[in-house]
């Protein structure tokens, strides 16, 4: 497997660097604030808690929390584990060499990259840069997907360029992996950072009968610490597969995670409003700034989440760019480069509430 650039990045410069514009987790909620949210049971379950082994799949509690997130999932069709671990349990489980799989790009990297190490023919399925914004073309979909197909990945809204897609354009995405009958693994990790919430679309599980949905607590919740996260799916033998493997990675939850993790989805409607208020008010102040710098940078409007993936309209390739400004201003953002994507892109977060002074960094230094 390749090394994760994106990781090997942020793992060198997140905590040498004293302003972090390209985080893409949403501001962190502070143990304090979060417990202060407990209801009576979840509080007590905190008191009480044995720092012992917790359940393979995670706790019935929380199982039962999750599964209230979708139309159509019980909680026997919940496996709680970090996000980064299931996309990795998932590959493992649903792929072999040789296989087709088609994903969206530019990608997280293990969206593709489990898939290559494995072996498999990796159709990339690009968004491209518009003048209002980005665009996926679902005939490339259509003209792609064959019987010989595996897998189709999928990750709205998307990391690193803030795109969405419509509720009629999930439709016809599951209109064809249905016709070919290909399992669609779908990343709604930003699920919850929407702009609005009626752009908030329903999960692949629930619309889609061998679709598998992938979300959790590192994004629009603030809670990237906790490592939690949790795969939906209706194929029982899949979750079975993911949780052999298990017992080779984490084997189970940490159990102070999977509290804190139940207390907060019982206020997620509070803790989502929160990242919801952070983000509107970041991105209008975002539109601005790329309005003001119309001849260093092309603003690639975001439609959803706690990304965007802007242009810098200038001769200086991106990286270096990028590593003036770490040097310079001790000013991180993430080159497009390290999503494999041509072109001087960059990633910036919006998701933080010092993002105003971080932008005011960035400004000053142009
Ligand atoms: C699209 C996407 N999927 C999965 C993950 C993994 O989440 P975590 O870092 O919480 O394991 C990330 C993290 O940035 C992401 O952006």
């Given at each position: 497997m390749q090394p994760f650039a994106l990781e090997r990045y942020?793992?060198?410069?997140?905590?040498?660097?004293?302003?972090?514009?390209?985080?893409?987790?949403?501001?962190?909620?502070t143990m304090q604030e979060l417990l202060s949210m407990a209801d009576e049971e979840s509080q007590s379950l905190w008191?009480?808690?044995?720092?012992?082994?917790t359940e393979t799949l995670g706790h019935p509690l929380l199982l039962t929390e999750i599964a209230k997130l979708y139309r159509a999932i019980p909680p026997s069709q919940v496996l709680v584990a970090a996000p980064e671990e299931l996309i990795f349990m998932a590959m493992q489980s649903l792929l072999s060499k040789g296989d087709h799989v088609i994903v969206t790009t530019?990608?997280?990297?293990?969206l593709h990259e489990i898939a290559t190490s494995i072996g498999?023919?990796?159709?990339?399925?690009e968004l491209h840069p518009t003048v209002d914004g980005w665009t996926l073309n679902l005939q490339f979909l259509a003209d792609h997907v064959t019987d010989k197909t595996k897998l189709i990945l999928v990750n709205f809204p998307h990391n690193p360029t803030g795109h969405h897609i419509s509720?009629?354009?999930?439709?016809?995405?599951?209109?064809?992996?249905r016709k070919h009958n290909v399992p669609l693994f779908s990343d709604e990790m930003y699920r919850g950072a929407e702009y609005r919430t009626a752009d908030r679309l329903p999960p692949f599980a629930d619309e889609y009968e061998r679709g598998i949905s992938l979300w959790g607590l590192s994004k629009s919740f603030a809670l990237p610490g906790l490592r939690i996260g949790w795969l939906v799916s209706k194929n029982a033998d899949f979750l079975a597969k993911c949780s052999r493997l298990r017992d080779y990675l984490t084997i189970c939850n940490?159990?102070?995670?999977?509290i804190l993790g139940l207390i907060a989805l019982r206020q997620r409607e509070q803790i989502l409003q929160r990242t919801r208020t952070?983000?509107?008010k970041n991105l209008d102040i975002a539109s601005k700034f790329f309005a003001r710098h119309s001849e260093f940078f092309s603003w690639l409007k975001p439609k959803a989440g706690s990304v965007a993936f802007p242009i810098l309209r200038k001769n200086t390739p991106i990286e270096e760019f990028c590593r003036n400004l770490i040097e310079r201003s001790s000013?991180?953002?993430?080159p497009g480069s390290l999503f494999q994507y041509p072109g001087n892109h960059f990633r910036i977060g919006i998701g933080r509430i010092d993002f105003p002074e971080s932008l005011a960094i960035l400004e000053a230094s142009l």
């Amino acid at each position: 497997m390749q090394p994760f650039a994106l990781e090997r990045y942020f793992s060198k410069y997140e905590f040498s660097t004293k302003h972090i514009l390209s985080a893409s987790d949403c501001e962190s909620l502070t143990m304090q604030e979060l417990l202060s949210m407990a209801d009576e049971e979840s509080q007590s379950l905190w008191n009480s808690l044995k720092l012992s082994y917790t359940e393979t799949l995670g706790h019935p509690l929380l199982l039962t929390e999750i599964a209230k997130l979708y139309r159509a999932i019980p909680p026997s069709q919940v496996l709680v584990a970090a996000p980064e671990e299931l996309i990795f349990m998932a590959m493992q489980s649903l792929l072999s060499k040789g296989d087709h799989v088609i994903v969206t790009t530019p990608a997280y990297q293990s969206l593709h990259e489990i898939a290559t190490s494995i072996g498999c023919l990796v159709d990339r399925w690009e968004l491209h840069p518009t003048v209002d914004g980005w665009t996926l073309n679902l005939q490339f979909l259509a003209d792609h997907v064959t019987d010989k197909t595996k897998l189709i990945l999928v990750n709205f809204p998307h990391n690193p360029t803030g795109h969405h897609i419509s509720s009629e354009e999930q439709r016809d995405i599951i209109q064809i992996a249905r016709k070919h009958n290909v399992p669609l693994f779908s990343d709604e990790m930003y699920r919850g950072a929407e702009y609005r919430t009626a752009d908030r679309l329903p999960p692949f599980a629930d619309e889609y009968e061998r679709g598998i949905s992938l979300w959790g607590l590192s994004k629009s919740f603030a809670l990237p610490g906790l490592r939690i996260g949790w795969l939906v799916s209706k194929n029982a033998d899949f979750l079975a597969k993911c949780s052999r493997l298990r017992d080779y990675l984490t084997i189970c939850n940490s159990a102070p995670g999977e509290i804190l993790g139940l207390i907060a989805l019982r206020q997620r409607e509070q803790i989502l409003q929160r990242t919801r208020t952070i983000i509107v008010k970041n991105l209008d102040i975002a539109s601005k700034f790329f309005a003001r710098h119309s001849e260093f940078f092309s603003w690639l409007k975001p439609k959803a989440g706690s990304v965007a993936f802007p242009i810098l309209r200038k001769n200086t390739p991106i990286e270096e760019f990028c590593r003036n400004l770490i040097e310079r201003s001790s000013l991180l953002i993430t080159p497009g480069s390290l999503f494999q994507y041509p072109g001087n892109h960059f990633r910036i977060g919006i998701g933080r509430i010092d993002f105003p002074e971080s932008l005011a960094i960035l400004e000053a230094s142009l």
